[in-house]
């Protein structure tokens, strides 16, 4: 496995400690043990684990830096929104030590197995949080409170930034990780995402290793503060996004 893990990593441009190899290897573990008993991800086999969630996740890597540097705006609180069984928060916290990360879903089986994940590795600085976006999002808490959310396949454009966008500060970032329809759903997406007082930075694509799977990169600057009625509860985004 940590033979896989590091040809994943440096694939897309990640190098890892022995350190980082060893926590990706034990996560691995654990997710394949908890995946027999809870249907926690489709892709549970060693080789898709380490490409298609761990090289996947850590493909935000230097799309981060690159955002960073061209913005001057540091990135230090990260939210990982709908993260499943931890991705991409997981991973990204494992290589990059430094950020301060929330995991939230609102599954709780999910939950517990990131904060499974984050015991056993003795991680700091990063909660797993059991939570719906339409609810978390007006929660003072949470509320534009993190430099960057981002999100993988959590939901359609139009849609998902009505979750996303209301969590990021006013100088934020979000960062959709989509398919290879993503020009698609920006063109849907751009009355949204105005609505909510953001911005499109960028659109980022690449190929994964050793697949045909293409991953595109959205990224969005949060301009102006979010009119407090978004996001909109009892199925708003996803029943009728906005326009």
């Known amino acids: 496995m940590h033979q896989l893990i590091d040809e994943a990593s440096r694939a897309v441009g990640v190098e890892l400690t022995e350190l980082q190899r060893q926590q990706f290897a034990r996560y691995a573990e654990l997710l394949m043990e908890w995946n027999q008993k809870f249907n926690l991800t489709a892709i549970a086999n060693p080789e898709g684990i380490a490409t298609k969630h761990f090289a996947d996740s850590l493909t935000l890597v230097p799309v981060l830096a690159r955002l960073a540097a061209e913005h001057a705006k540091p990135i230090t609180t990260v939210l990982d929104l709908g993260t499943g069984a931890g991705f991409p928060g997981l991973p990204l916290k494992i290589a990059l030590p430094h950020l301060q990360v929330t995991l939230m879903d609102s599954t709780g089986k999910k939950v517990m197995f990131c904060q499974t994940v984050i015991d056993t590795l003795k991680l700091s600085g990063i909660r797993a949080v059991n939570g719906r976006a339409e609810e978390a999002a007006h929660d003072l808490q949470h509320r534009e409170q993190y430099d960057l959310v981002v999100a993988r396949a959590v939901a359609p454009l139009a849609t998902l930034v009505e979750y996303l966008l209301p969590f ?44 045909q799977d293409k991953r595109a990169f959205i990224a969005i600057q949060k301009n102006s503060s979010t009119k407090t009625q978004y996001p909109r509860q009892g199925g708003g985004p996803r029943n009728k996004p906005l326009r």
């Not at 990021?168 to 990780?177: D, N, Y």
């Open 168 to 211: 990021v500060r006013v100088g934020g970032l979000c960062v959709a990780m989509k398919g290879s329809d993503a020009e698609v759903e920006l063109s849907q997406a751009q009355g949204a995402i105005a609505k909510l007082g953001g911005a499109v930075l960028a659109l980022h694509t690449i190929q994964l290793p050793s697949t």
